[in-house]
């Protein structure tokens, strides 16, 4: 199926050519059905969370807490105290978040000393320690991409580090960040030649660390030395990409991004607890085309988009854990909801979801999971910015093909609108030089440059036809 066809077949012309006015008054239409939906369904139990045991009879909530995009404060505010002094991450918010997530059974959080522009695992160790150190799990990564921390000892001061920041005295979920993301060599010099994996393996028997295990970007060179060193090094628990989308149509470039069902098979014949992430990839699962919103809808009225592609993350018996990065309160309580208490999903849903999953992948979106991992930019681009913009469009029928179609002219002015809106001007993916310092960042391997490319064209096309 080609783009024009899909687009044709999934998606109406109804949403894209409203006016302005209208837009905002659906807007205040949907948080109103979104408000009766919410009461519909009821308060949401403290008692209900789903745990899954890990490999040392840990008992771990089903829905993960990842601590990789922590609210900032509003209007590019600063924190006037504490480790975030001077940054824009919201610490009361985290600390709300947080609370309201131990109330209702969340008990596993994943930091790691890269996120929110260093300051995660400080934001998040003030939040936790207000709690009682055995009613939550941490978790955290050797997370040294900069060949500044290959060195033995510059990578064991940044493990140490973790421990101060985050407040503890035992990490229980320790894991070699990103492993495969940049190809066998740099993992050679990150873990092995350095001898920081055999390091690893003596802070677990000795205790500082009680489960050791790796998150995985894609290189099946690596993977299968992981496998193949299982035996001797006795992995914990792995961390993979994994939803609806990747389970079998995964995008292929060469031999990166595996099929989330083929690296599932793998840790359960192991007999190794699955912890998962992006199970809505970067936010692209929980908002879908017209045709594939209306037939989950028909399945179920009341549940949110997102809550499908949470429940198949979860429905394989080893996934141990079900990660989610909640921003906003809203975001918590709706994942609550599908895991206070779990249900499995049937054989008719797991089939649908794969027929979307299939068509998903056929889509011409950009691949982009917003990790933000290829960020900064050292020209400014707002890279995840402009393709999340482009995406949204696409799934919003704002891109039409046809210069003939009655609505040509207003889709390409509403999106140029639109982007100017999303991602400012000097931000914008014509100020890409193509330096390609972003692409070995990319866990999803994006020839970034070669995207910017191809938006900024259809751009200037769009400037060109009006």
Not at 40 to 58: C, F, N, S, V
Not at 396 to 420: M, Q, T
Request: net charge negative; charged share 25%.
């Amino acid at each position: 199926m080609n783009r024009r066809q899909f687009i044709g077949k999934t998606l109406t012309a109804t949403a894209a050519v409203a006016a302005s006015a209208t837009l905002l008054e659906g807007c205040a239409e949907k948080k109103q059905q979104q408000a009766s939906e919410e009461a519909a369904l009821g308060e949401i139990p403290t008692d209900q969370m789903t745990y899954r045991q890990g490999k040392h009879g840990e008992s771990v909530s089903l829905l993960g807490y990842g601590c990789m995009r922590w609210p900032l404060l509003p209007n590019n505010g600063v924190q006037t105290e504490g480790p975030a002094k001077g940054s824009d991450v919201d610490q009361e918010a985290v600390n709300r978040l947080i609370d309201y997530a131990m109330a209702h059974g969340v008990n596993y959080y994943d930091a790691s000393p890269m996120y929110c522009k260093g300051l995660c695992e400080q934001v998040t160790g003030i939040a936790l320690s207000r709690h009682p150190r055995e009613k939550y799990l941490i978790a955290t990564k050797l997370s040294n991409f900069d060949p500044e921390y290959w060195p033995r000892e510059k990578s064991i001061e940044m493990y140490e580090a973790s421990f101060r920041n985050l407040q503890t005295d035992v990490i229980d979920f320790y894991l070699l960040h990103a492993v495969g993301g940049s190809g066998m060599d740099n993992f050679m010099k990150r873990y092995v030649d350095n001898g920081m994996i055999e390091f690893l393996m003596e802070e677990r028997r000795k205790g500082r660390i009680r489960n050791l295990g790796f998150s995985f970007h894609g290189d099946i060179n690596v993977w299968n030395w992981c496998m193949e060193q299982h035996e001797r090094i006795q992995w914990d628990f792995v961390q993979i990409q994994h939803n609806y989308a990747d389970w079998t149509a995964a995008r292929r470039t060469e031999a990166k991004n595996v099929n989330s069902q083929y690296l599932y098979n793998e840790l359960a014949q192991r007999d190794i607890p699955v912890v998962v992430m992006e199970p809505l990839l970067g936010g692209r699962l929980s908002k879908l085309n017209n045709h594939a919103t209306e037939a989950l809808k028909s399945l179920a009225p009341q549940r949110s988009i997102a809550s499908w592609a949470f429940r198949f993350a979860a429905s394989q018996p080893k996934i141990l854990t079900v990660l989610s990065g909640m921003t906003y309160m809203e975001h918590l309580q709706d994942n609550l909801r599908s895991f206070a208490p779990f249900e499995p999903l049937s054989e008719t849903e797991v089939a649908l979801l794969e027929k979307i999953g299939h068509e998903f992948a056929s889509f011409p979106t950009v691949p982009c999971t917003n990790c933000q991992y290829c960020m900064p930019c050292p020209y400014g681009i707002d890279i995840p910015g402009v393709f999340k913009h482009f995406n949204d469009c696409l799934n919003d029928g704002l891109i039409e093909d046809d210069p003939n179609a009655n609505d040509y002219k207003k889709l390409r002015r509403k999106y140029l609108a639109s982007y100017l809106e999303s991602v400012a001007r000097e931000r914008q993916a014509d100020h890409c030089i193509g330096c390609n310092q972003c692409v070995s960042r990319c866990p999803q391997h994006i020839q970034i440059p070669q995207q910017m490319q191809r938006i900024d064209r259809f751009e200037q096309q769009l400037r060109e036809s009006l």
